[in-house]
C-alpha cells in the first residue's frame, strides 16, 4: 500500500509549537538568560498564531478538523499562554523557581489544549487531554519547596487521573456501542440505529459530562480546583484557570453537540443540574474565602457554570455566546491574577484579601485596575463581562431556559458581594502596612493588554460577537 | 421611523451631553494628585459647560409634540439589532437639565467637605453625570440598561469611600438591592426582546401587543428593578442607609435625580410597553404608595437624626409621585412627573443645606442642635423656605405637584386620594417639628459661634430657590413641556380616551 502524505496544513500551528516545545527545551541549555527562553516562546505563540489563519480543513482520515470553532479557541489558547509567559518572569525569579522547563511545560500543554480543540475522533481528544494534563500537573508543583504547591500537583494528578479514567470508560462504551470514536460517524450510527433512549448511550453520555466537568471544575467534579489553584504558582493558577478550563468547554461542545447532537434534550437533562449546582456552590462558597486565590477559584468554578447555559442551549448562538464568555474571561480572569502577581514579593506573600486593605492609597493605578477587573467579574457594564453573560443569557433564554437564566441571574448577583469586597477593601479601608509593588515590563503590558480588551470589548463588542458566532456556525 | 423628529440643533447635543463629563473625568486622570486646585476648578468648568450646553435643550425643545427630539441613531451591535439611539421627549427632557444642575451644585457643596482623594472624588462625580445623561436619553433598552447599570459604580465608590462612619454598610446594601432588581429586569428585556422580533428600540416595543399574561410577568419584573430605585414601600430599606451615610453630594445626587429614574422607567418602560398589566395591577401599585406615603411619614416623626429623617421624607414624597403615576389619569401622571422636579429641587436644597450645617458641627442628631435660626439666620431663611416647599405650601413647588397628583388619585381611587392627603398633614408635622427643633429654642452648644453660609455655599441653595417659586408660581413652564407626551402615553395605556382638558382647567385656577 502506497504511503499517502496526509494533508498537512490543518497542523501546521501544532507542528509549529511542537517544534518551538522541543526547541525551547534545548535552547534552555544554551541560554543561560531565562527572559530570552520566555521571549522566544512568546514568538513562537505568535508564529503558531499566524499559521492558525490558513489552517483551515480536515487531515488524517477525518481524525483531525480544523475550523472556524477549534480556531477560535486556539486563539484563546494562545493569549493565554502570551499573557501567562509576560506575568511569569519576575514571578518565577522572585520566588527562585526559575527554570527553562517551565517554558517548554507550557508549551506542551497549550499544545494539547489545541489538539483537544481540534479533535474530531476521541482518540486525538485523549490524546491532547493527557498531553495538556500531564504538563499542568507538573507546573502546578513547580514550587518543589512549598508542600501546598507539592499538594496542588498531587491532588490534580490524582483527581485528573481519575477523570481520565471515566473519559476512557465512556469511550469503550461508546465504542462498543457503535464500533467507532469518530464523532461524526458515531453520531450517523446513532441516527441510524436509533438509540435515542439507550442506557447504555446515557451512561457513555453521562461518564463523557463527567469527565468534562472535572476539567472545566463543575460542581460536583469541582474538589481539586481550589486546592490546586492555591498551591499553584500564581502565574500557572491563572493559565489553568483559562485553558484547560477553555479546553473542557471546547471538548465538551464538541462531543455533545456533533457526536450527540441528535440527543439533546437527554444531555441538557445532565448538564442542567450541573450548571446550577455550580453556580451555587462557586458563588455561595466564594463568599466566605479568606485567601484571593482560592476565592477566583470559586469564581472560576462559578463562570463555568454561566457558559454552561451556552451549551445547554444547544443552538449556534449558545455556543457562540460560550465562546465570547470564554474570550473575555480569559482577559478579565489573567488581568485579575496579574494584579496578584504583583503583590507578591520575597517576603510578602500578598495572597490573602486582607492584604488588599488600602490599595487605592499606597497604589492608586493598580487598585482602579483590579477595580475595573472586579466589576468586569461581576458582569456590570460598560466592562466585557457584562457583553459576555448578556449574550449567553440571551442565547439560553432563546432557546427556551428562562427560568435557568432568573436562576442564573441571581446567583450572579450573588457573586457581586465577594467581588465588591475587594473594591471595599482596596478603597473604603485604610492600609494596614505598605505593600510594595513587585511590577516589571511583563506584568505591566500583561495589564495594559487586559484591561484594554476588556474595556474595549465592553464598549465595542460587534466585531467579537461576530466572530464567536461565525466560529460556532459549524454546528 | 415616524416617531422620530429631525435633530433642530443640527449638532449631536445630546453625545455632546454624554462624552463632555467623561473627556472631563479623563482630563482629570492626567492632573496631578496634589494640584486639589485644579482639580476642582476643571470639575466644576466640566459641569458648568455641561449645564450651559443642557440649556439648549429647554430653549430649542418643541413643546407642541410627543416625539422625539434631537434623535442620534448608529449601528452599535447590529448582529443583535442594538443601536446607539438616543432622544428626548416632554417626560425626559426636564430629568436631563435636573441632572446637569445638580452636577454642578454638587460640585460647589463639595468644595471644601471632601478632603482626601479629591481626584477619584470628582472623577466619580463626572463619570456619574454622563451615565445620569444617558439613562434618561436613551431610546434602546440595552443602552438603557448599559447606563442604567455602569451608574452603580461610581455611586458604590461615592457612598463607601466618601461617606459617613457606617457607609461600607451603606454601600454595599444600595449595591446588591439595585443590582439584584436590575438583573431580574434584564431578563425581562431578554423575554421581551424575542418576543418583538428582537428588537430592543423603546419606540417600536411601543407600538406592538404583547399577551396579558407575559405582561404581567414583565410588568413585576421591571418592578423589581423601578420599585427597588423609587423606592417603593417594601424594597425601600437600603435608601435611609446610602442617604445617611452618602457624603453630602452624594445624598444629593441620590435624591434628586437616581431615585427619579425608578418612576421615569415606570413612565418609559412599565407604562408604554405593558399597558394591560399597568392598568390591572395599577390598584396594588396605588395601595403601595399610599403605604409609603403613610408609613415613611409616621417613620420620619421618630428619626433622631437629620439626614435619615430627610431620607424618609423622600420614600414619602416617592410615594406621591407613584401614585401619580399609577392614577393613570393626566392630572395625576403630569404631577407625578412635576413632583419628581419638585422633590429633586427641594431634597435636592434640604441634603446640601444638611450638607452646610453638618461641615460646621460635624453632628447629624437633631438633637445637638437648637436656637441656630439665631447664629445663622440667612441659612434658617432659606431652610425654611425648603421646609414650606417640601410640606407643599401655596405659591411654592410642592403645592402643585401635590395638588395635581391628589387631583388625579381621587379620580383613580377616592381612598387613596383621602388617605394620601393625610400624608400631607404627617409631613406638615414631621418638617415643622424638625425645623422647630433645629432652628428655634435656646442656641445648643455645638451651634454657637458658628459663621453664616458662605457666598460659595448661597450659590449653591439660590437656584433652588429661585426653581422653587418658579415652579410654584407658574408651573405652566414645565407642565407644557409634557403636555403631548404624557397625552400620547396615557393614550396608549387607556387605549385612547384620556381627557385632556383637565390640566389645562387647573392651570387655569392655578394661576
Known sequence: ???????????????????????????????????????????????????????????FGGMYVSDGYSTFFKLIFLVNLILTILMSSRYLETLKINFGEYYSLILFATLGMMLMASAADIIVLYLGLELMALSTYILAGFIRYDIKSNEAAMKYLLLGAFASAILLYGTSMIYGLTGTTNLRDIAVYIAKAELASNPVLMLSMIFFAVAFSFKIAAVPFHMWAPDAYEGAPTPITAFMSVGPKAAGFAVLGRVFLTAFGSVRMDWAAIFIPIAILTMAVGNIVALSQTNIKRMLAYSSIAHAGYMLLGVIAGTPDGLASMLNYMFIYAFMNIGAFAIIIMLRTETFKGEDIADYQGLSKTHPMAAALMLIFMFSLTGIPPMAGFMGKFYLFMSAINAGYTWLVIVAVLFSAISAYFYLRIVMLMYMKEPKETVQLNSSPGVALALVVTVGAVLFIGILPSKFLLFARLAASAF | ????????????????????????????????????????????????????????????????????????????????????????????????????????????ISWESVKMKTKEFFICLLVLESAMIGVFCSLDFMLFYLFWEAMLIPMYLLIGVWGGPNRVYAAVKFFLYTLVGSVLMLVGIIVLYFYAGRSFNILELMTK?????????????????????????????????????????????????????????????????????????????????????????????????????????????????TLGIFALNTQGVEGGILQMLNHGIVTGALFLSVGIIYERTHTRVIADYGGVASVMPIYASLFIVFTFASIGLPATNGFVGEFLILLGGFKASQWAGVLSASGIIIGAGYMLWLYQRVFFMETSQKVAGLQDITTRELMTLLPMVILIFWIGIYPNTYLSFMHPSVQHLLERVNGGSAPAVAVNAITQILR
Open chain 2, 1 to 108: 421611523m415616524e416617531q422620530t423628529m429631525n435633530n433642530a440643533l443640527g449638532f449631536p447635543i445630546l453625545s455632546m451631553l454624554i462624552c463632555w463629563p467623561l473627556v472631563g473625568a479623563a482630563f482629570l486622570l492626567f492632573i496631578s494628585r496634589t494640584n486639589e486646585k485644579a482639580i476642582k476648578m476643571v470639575s466644576l468648568l466640566i459641569s458648568v459647560a455641561t449645564f450651559l450646553l443642557s440649556i439648549l435643550l429647554f430653549s430649542h425643545f418643541d413643546k407642541s409634540t410627543h416625539l422625539m427630539q434631537f434623535v442620534e441613531r448608529y449601528e452599535w451591535i447590529p448582529y443583535l439589532n442594538m443601536h446607539y439611539h438616543l432622544g428626548l421627549d416632554g417626560i425626559s427632557v426636564l430629568f436631563v437639565l435636573l441632572a446637569t444642575l445638580v452636577t454642578v451644585l454638587s460640585v460647589l
Open chain 2, 209 to 321: 401587543a404583547y399577551p396579558y399574561k407575559m405582561q404581567l410577568m414583565l410588568f413585576w419584573a421591571f418592578f423589581a428593578a423601578f420599585a427597588v430605585k423609587v423606592p417603593m414601600f417594601p424594597v425601600h430599606t437600603w435608601l435611609p442607609d446610602a442617604h445617611t451615610e452618602a457624603p453630602t453630594a452624594g445624598s444629593v445626587i441620590l435624591a434628586a435625580v437616581l431615585i427619579k429614574m425608578g418612576a421615569y422607567g415606570f413612565l418609559r418602560f412599565s407604562l408604554p410597553l405593558l399597558p394591560d398589566a399597568s392598568r390591572e395591577m395599577a390598584p396594588v401599585m396605588l395601595a403601595l404608595s399610599v403605604i409609603a406615603i403613610i408609613y415613611g411619614g409616621i417613620i420620619c416623626l421618630a428619626q433622631t437624626d437629620l439626614k435619615r429623617l430627610i431620607a424618609y421624607s423622600s420614600v414619602s414624597h416617592m410615594g406621591f409621585v
Open chain 1, 1 to 59: 500500500m502506497p504511503l499517502i502524505m496526509p494533508d498537512l496544513k490543518p497542523v501546521m500551528p501544532e507542528i509549529v509549537m511542537t517544534v518551538i516545545a522541543i526547541g525551547m527545551l534545548l535552547a534552555e541549555l544554551v541560554i543561560k538568560r531565562k527572559e530570552t527562553i520566555g521571549f522566544l516562546t512568546i514568538i513562537g505563540a505568535g508564529i503558531a498564531a499566524f499559521t492558525l489563519a490558513g489552517s483551515m480543513g480536515t487531515t
